[in-house]
């Protein structure tokens, strides 16, 4: 079948991006060349597109997230370890969420697209409760999630000591909290970064998106592992403006159906937490934070993450909307374009 062009819509604001996008490409590959063998970190986090990634995240059809990973997997850009998909108070029906990322890798599939996992379904996904002390995280009654279990167990096989796994969520911090409940040891082999919460004055907060949905387990998150949170989101809708520019195939009809589904709140783009990983140049800024604690038992959102040079945590304050699109269409292109 003849497939159609997939070049950007050609706007000012997108070529910018591209020729931006094409200079980050560039440096990256002169970085390799002069540091051959070494671990120098690719952007301004510790951790970049060389690290393996488990993906976390409920439904399949609000952002771009899982669409990102898949190209990104196919073009040998990340290693996509998994996707742990479940349910939250906004996608609570866990049948659906699973079958929409599962007909998202089948599309992907059978247009050709290659090194992309399975799903892992989360069956049972409450939130944690808080212990009766109120204090401490180790007298949390876990339980054996199947995303919890995963991440313990690919993170002993996967993890190097200077290459963590990058546990990326899009949803509610719980499996990862739980990881750590089942295995402490696990922290010293993870790394999360969360697209969640909003930022204010001194910091950001563990609130709206994906913040709200287990308290808890933000703050067991965010004072045990190495934290990242990025809560510095742009206009997904950007990213396929046009849909009859997409690719003639099954992965571009599944992404054309998607289209209009697509949230049109900027604070909905969970995409951001992979990209953050995944795309040399996206994170434009970042600043060190510490988590406030301890947490109210009534308490709605997380900790507050509050600016501190010497805290532990790291919270991503601007991103490169404009430069994700580009490289969304990039891989559209070097994928389908043979």
Same mark, same amino acid.
């Given at each position: 079948?003849k497939?159609?062009?997939?070049?950007?819509?050609a706007?000012?604001?997108?070529?910018r991006?591209?020729?931006?996008?094409?200079?980050?490409?560039?440096?990256?590959?002169? $970085?390799?060349?002069?540091?051959a063998?070494r671990?120098r970190?690719?952007? #301004?986090?510790?951790?970049?597109?060389?690290n393996?990634?488990?993906?976390?995240?409920?439904g399949?059809?609000?952002?771009?997230?899982?669409?990102?990973?898949?190209?990104?997997a196919n073009?040998g850009?990340?290693?996509?370890?998994?996707i742990?998909?479940?349910?939250?108070?906004?996608w609570?029906k866990?049948?659906?969420?699973?079958?929409?990322?599962t007909?998202?890798?089948?599309?992907?599939r059978?247009?050709?697209?290659?090194n992309?996992?399975? $799903?892992?379904?989360?069956?049972?996904?409450?939130?944690?409760?808080m212990?009766?002390?109120?204090?401490?995280?180790?007298?949390?009654?876990?339980?054996?999630?199947?995303?919890a279990?995963?991440?313990?167990?690919?993170?002993?096989?996967?993890?190097?000591?200077?290459?963590?796994?990058v546990?990326?969520?899009?949803g509610?911090?719980?499996?990862?909290a739980?990881?750590?409940?089942?295995?402490?040891?696990?922290?010293?082999?993870?790394?999360?970064i969360?697209?969640l919460?909003?930022?204010?004055?001194?910091?950001a907060?563990?609130?709206?998106?994906?913040?709200?949905?287990?308290?808890?387990?933000?703050?067991?998150?965010?004072?045990?592992?190495?934290?990242?949170?990025?809560?510095?989101?742009?206009?997904?809708?950007?990213?396929?403006?046009?849909?009859?520019?997409?690719?003639m195939?099954?992965?571009?009809?599944?992404?054309?159906?998607?289209?209009?589904?697509?949230?049109?709140?900027?604070?909905?783009?969970?995409?951001?937490?992979?990209?953050a990983?995944?795309?040399?140049?996206?994170?434009?800024?970042?600043?060190?934070?510490?988590?406030?604690?301890?947490l109210a038992?009534?308490?709605?959102s997380?900790?507050?993450?509050?600016?501190n040079?010497?805290?532990?945590?790291?919270?991503?304050?601007?991103?490169?909307?404009?430069l994700?699109?580009?490289?969304?269409?990039? #891989?559209?292109?070097?994928a389908f374009?043979?």
């Open positions: 079948m497939r159609r062009s997939i070049a950007p819509v706007a000012t604001r997108v070529f991006a591209v020729r931006a996008l094409t200079l980050a490409l560039a440096v990256v590959g002169c $970085t390799e060349q002069l540091d063998g671990t970190p690719h952007g #301004l986090l510790p951790v970049d597109e060389r393996p990634i488990i993906l976390l995240n409920d399949a059809k609000d952002n771009w997230a899982g669409e990102y990973a898949v190209l990104l073009a850009a990340i290693d996509l370890a998994a742990v998909v479940s349910a939250s108070p906004a609570p866990i049948e659906d969420n699973v079958d929409g990322f007909e998202l890798l089948r599309h992907a059978d247009s050709g697209l290659k992309l996992p399975e $799903t892992t379904t989360n069956s049972f996904n409450s939130p944690l409760k212990p009766d002390s109120g204090k401490e995280v180790e007298d949390t009654s876990p339980y054996r999630s199947a995303g279990v995963l991440i313990k167990e690919l993170s002993a096989e996967l993890a190097l000591p200077y290459r963590p796994v546990v990326v969520t899009g509610a911090l719980t499996d990862v739980n990881a750590y409940l089942l295995d402490p040891t696990v922290v010293d082999r993870v790394v999360v969360s697209s919460g909003a930022l204010d004055a001194t910091g907060a563990m609130a709206m998106p994906n913040g709200e949905m287990d308290p808890w387990a933000d703050l067991i998150v965010a004072t045990k592992f190495r934290y990242i949170q990025v809560s510095a989101y742009y206009d997904q809708l950007a990213d396929v403006p046009d849909p009859t520019l997409l690719p195939n099954p992965f571009g009809d599944w992404m054309r159906d998607k289209q209009p589904r697509i949230f049109d709140i900027a604070v909905a783009s969970d995409q951001v937490a992979l990209l990983a995944a795309l040399p140049g996206f994170v434009e800024q970042v600043q060190q934070v510490s988590a406030i604690v301890p038992a009534n308490s709605s997380g900790p507050h993450l509050t600016a040079p010497n805290g532990p945590a790291q919270l991503v304050t601007d991103t490169a909307g404009a994700a699109s580009a490289r969304l269409w990039q #891989l559209l292109k070097s374009s043979k």
